[in-house]
């Protein structure tokens, strides 16, 4: 009779509005937008104040993160037992010197190792291109805490005679044991997907993820990596989704999580749009204006990894050739205004969500009813 007394005393003293006035604020830790580079081959030819400059640049916009290549064609391509690192070197040294993350592409085959076929020949031994990756990754263990294996493995550009998502996935799954053995907290990512469609030599990279998992590739990945180029229309443009693979991203993780992948991420490991002069450029504007939407729609999204725009600079200015001109500054280094939207949006918190108000009055007579048992 006493507890229920007692309760119903605190009940009827209570002011009205004390639950209100007793609220207590507890939001979440702001998020943040990771941005990163992807350099493209150009940066090797660097000399040493370039390279700087570019990196320098490249962290002054608040990015964190360089993606390039380890290329297996360059620095074993004079035989299997000979190896030159130092440009790699050079380049690994200069970003972690800065701070930053590198994902470093484990890629191309040298000519003595491959099947001779296309522009880049696949390894004629998944053996031979795993035994490398290993060995670089020890070598960079501790410098490198990502790697992507292979670039554009859906096009025939980049893959032998004809992408084949049987034959890439027999190499992830050669690499990656290799990889974790050297690096066990690295993370192993597929190669990066672009912009396809099926036929041709190509394969959709939609397709190509859905057939990653039905060669059993699970295992042997710790992310999926997608090249969301939408240009010359926004990201976010739902009218496009016919065509734009930022657009298709959503279906690629619905992929991940009809496989039990769902708690893995989508890294964007290439984005952004070319200026220049030539078709399809976009204006210096229009670059900013899809660097900007798709750094908010890809964070909308929930499941996405870091985002990393290609590229630093241009190789040529004004050129008539789009992939010289991808550059968020220009050869001068005198910036874009696509500059300008990267260091706005890089790393910048994201805005909190709603406070969580807690009623401490309910939670105290919730309290009291356990020790009164009513």
């Known amino acids: 009779m006493r507890k229920t007394a007692l309760i119903a005393c605190l009940l009827t003293t209570l002011p009205l509005g004390a639950g209100a006035l007793a609220a207590a604020p507890v939001s979440a830790a702001p998020s943040a937008t990771t941005v990163g580079v992807s350099a493209g081959y150009s940066i090797f030819g660097d000399s040493d104040a370039a390279l700087a400059r570019d990196l ?84 960079y263990a501790g410098a490198i805490s ?21 034959v890439y996935t027999a190499l992830l799954k050669a690499t990656y044991p290799k990889i974790k053995a050297a690096a066990p907290n690295a993370t192993v990512l597929s190669g990066g997907l672009a912009p396809a469609t099926t036929g041709g030599g190509d394969i959709a990279p939609e397709s190509f993820v859905a057939q990653i998992y039905a060669y059993g590739g699970r295992n042997f990945l710790d992310a999926v990596a997608v090249h969301p180029y939408s240009y010359p229309a926004l990201p976010s443009d739902a009218s496009t989704a016919s065509w734009n693979t930022a657009q298709k991203l959503t279906g690629i993780h619905n992929t991940m999580v009809n496989n039990g992948d769902g708690v893995k991420k989508v890294w964007l490991t290439g984005f952004g749009a070319p200026t220049g002069l030539g078709a399809p450029s976009v204006s210096e504007q229009q670059q900013a204006n899809i660097i900007a939407d798709g750094l908010s729609y890809f964070a909308s999204l929930g499941f996405t990894g870091p985002v990393f725009v290609y590229n630093i600079r241009d190789t040529r200015t004004g050129s008539t050739d789009p992939e010289q001109n991808f550059g968020l500054v220009r050869t001068d280094w005198s910036a874009k205004p696509a500059y300008t939207t990267v260091q706005q949006r890089a790393n910048t918190p994201s805005p909190s969500p709603p406070p969580v108000v807690t009623d401490w009055w309910a939670w105290l007579l919730g309290l009291l009813r356990q020790w009164f048992n009513v």
């Open 56 to 139: 320098d640049t490249a962290k002054a916009a608040g990015v964190t993160w360089l993606r390039m290549d380890i290329d297996w064609s360059s620095i074993q391509g004079s035989g299997s037992g000979s190896f030159d690192w130092f440009n790699t070197d050079r380049v690994v040294n200069a970003a972690r010197a800065r701070g930053m993350e590198v994902d470093g592409i484990v890629d191309y085959t040298p000519g003595w190792a491959s099947t001779g076929g296309g522009i880049h020949p696949v390894p004629r031994d998944n053996n031979e291109f795993a035994t490398f990756a290993g060995q670089a990754a020890a070598r």
């Open 146 to 166: 990502t790697w992507e294996v292979w670039n554009e493995p859906n096009l025939q550009t980049f893959w032998g005679d004809g992408a084949s998502a049987a």
